[in-house]
């Protein structure tokens, strides 16, 4: 797998490089593989790390999804009952557990690029 | 911030909960507690540190369900409530904190807050208090800290009330190994 946290683990503990990318695939493998590039496309354009994706050809649910994510990295207490209980519409329950970890590890994700996890531990 | 579940509980006769909410993706939480154990069992970098981040963490991202728990090798390693009171805004001048533990603080602070906060300085001091193994334990455990809290708090699983309370450190089960 790719991503900061795994790239300072992978030159550091290896043990714990296997453990964190199987976490990570487990909740990736939990959701459809396009919602999930747009989740991780879509936080990473909140934190000013690329360009969001065009949702013009997306659905309502994805698109509700999105805008959901989008919320993740700075107003996570700010996230309505009501925009949960839509994302849970579209996804169910197993679906809304997953998109919610797999949301959250995105913006970690960033947050640990933007500090340059891996050069710190060496790599 | 909702104190009321917006997720069920996949375990029948128990509340909703962290654990009883990541039940309804066993393959998930099979992985994370893994994770999470092996992370807290390993001790290239103390619980004592891990813990100062992960409290610093919850008092940031407004955790409560995470800001009342004490894990007890931590507990062990000196933690007590008198030096967690000083991981707050100021913990720069704060006389009970080592200065291994502010570094780390303020690579806390700059990873779930603002990258601006590690700059040069602190950068440094980092690097001169931690190996890069110890770092990238660190910055493994402060980023699931993060997710946890945010996952936590948007599931709508934070306790209205909850008393400080000491926990058992995570750890790998033997049957999982």
Redesign the interface.
């Known amino acids: 797998m790719s991503g900061?946290?795994h790239a300072?683990?992978a030159?550091?503990?290896g043990?714990?490089a296997e453990?964190?990318a199987?976490?990570v695939?487990?909740?990736e493998?939990?959701l459809s593989p396009e919602l999930v590039a747009l989740v991780r496309q879509a936080v990473a354009a909140v934190h000013g790390m690329g360009e969001g994706p065009d949702e013009s050809a997306l659905d309502e649910a994805t698109r509700t999804a999105l805008a959901y994510a989008r919320r993740?990295p700075f107003e996570?207490?700010?996230?309505?009952?009501d925009e949960?209980?839509a994302v849970?519409h579209h996804l169910g329950?197993?679906g809304?557990?997953?998109f919610?970890?797999v949301t959250?590890?995105a913006?970690?994700?960033c947050?640990?690029a933007?500090?340059d996890?891996p050069e710190?531990?060496?790599v | 911030m909702s104190t009321i579940p917006r997720v069920s509980s996949a375990i029948a006769g128990e509340p909703a909960h962290f654990g009883s909410v990541l039940a309804h993706q066993p393959e998930i939480a099979a992985r994370f507690f893994e994770l999470y154990g092996a992370f807290w069992g390993s001790d290239v970098l103390a619980a004592r540190i891990k813990e100062v981040a992960r409290m610093r963490n919850a008092r940031v991202t407004e955790c409560g369900f995470c800001r009342n728990v004490r894990f007890d090798k931590a507990l062990g390693e000196g933690l007590v409530e008198e030096v967690v009171d000083d991981i707050t805004d100021g913990y720069e001048t704060s006389d009970k904190l080592t200065e291994t533990e502010k570094a780390v603080l303020k690579f806390t602070d700059a990873l779930i807050h603002d990258p601006e906060l590690l700059n040069g300085d602190a950068r440094t001091a980092l690097q001169q208090h931690l190996t890069p193994q110890q770092i990238a334990e660190l910055g493994l455990g402060v980023s699931l800290f993060l997710a946890l809290a945010k996952a936590l708090i948007t599931m709508g699983l934070e306790p209205e009330q909850m008393d400080r309370t000491v926990l058992p450190t995570p750890a790998v089960l033997e049957a999982a190994e």
Do not use: C
């Not at chain 1, 996570?76 to 009952?81: E, L, Q, V, W």
């Open positions: 900061p946290i300072s683990l030159a550091t503990n043990a714990l453990k964190y199987a976490f695939a487990a909740s493998g939990a993740m996570h207490t700010a996230i309505s009952d949960a209980a849970t329950e197993p809304f557990v997953a919610s970890v959250a590890l913006d970690a994700e947050r640990a933007q500090v996890l710190l531990s060496g």
